[in-house]
């Protein structure tokens, strides 16, 4: 069963724009956090974003500080990620992640998710 599904992936040159987002099917959004996620092939999964349940918290990996946002419309049930100035390093396959059980707060660790999306490829060309 498919809870979550990532969109907006793409090819991009340096420098450029793309916006994700993640639309819950499931009903898995409410009273929970969420955040973004990256891996390359080969690497680990890396930490990208988080926002608290109602929105007034975030965190950012370092490298993406200044450039990507991230934001949710829980009445829409969908998250976003806007991603600005690209750079070719943010090439992955991006996935939305979800808490659970009324886990309110931000968490940068694989292990605070339970629910996972698919992934969608971003690839930033120099």
């Known amino acids: 069963q498919v809870l979550l599904v990532e969109s907006g992936g793409g090819q991009v040159q340096a420098g450029g724009s793309l916006t994700l987002s993640c639309a819950d099917s499931?009903?898995?959004?409410?009273?929970?956090?969420m955040a973004w996620f990256r891996r390359v092939p080969g690497k680990e999964r890396e930490f990208v974003a988080t926002?608290?349940?109602?929105?007034?918290?975030?965190d950012y990996a370092d490298s993406v500080k200044g450039r990507f946002t991230i934001s949710r419309d829980n009445g829409k049930r969908t998250g976003y990620l806007q991603m600005d100035s690209l750079k070719p390093e943010d090439t992955a396959v991006y996935y939305c992640?979800?808490?659970?059980?009324?886990?309110?707060?931000?968490?940068?660790?694989?292990?605070?998710?339970?629910?996972w999306g698919q992934g969608t490829q971003v690839t930033v060309s120099s």
């Open positions: 992640a979800v808490r659970r059980g009324r886990a309110f707060a931000v968490a940068t660790r694989s292990r605070d998710y339970v629910y």
């Open positions: 499931g009903g898995v959004f409410g009273n929970n956090a």
């Open positions: 926002v608290s349940w109602g929105g007034g918290s975030t």
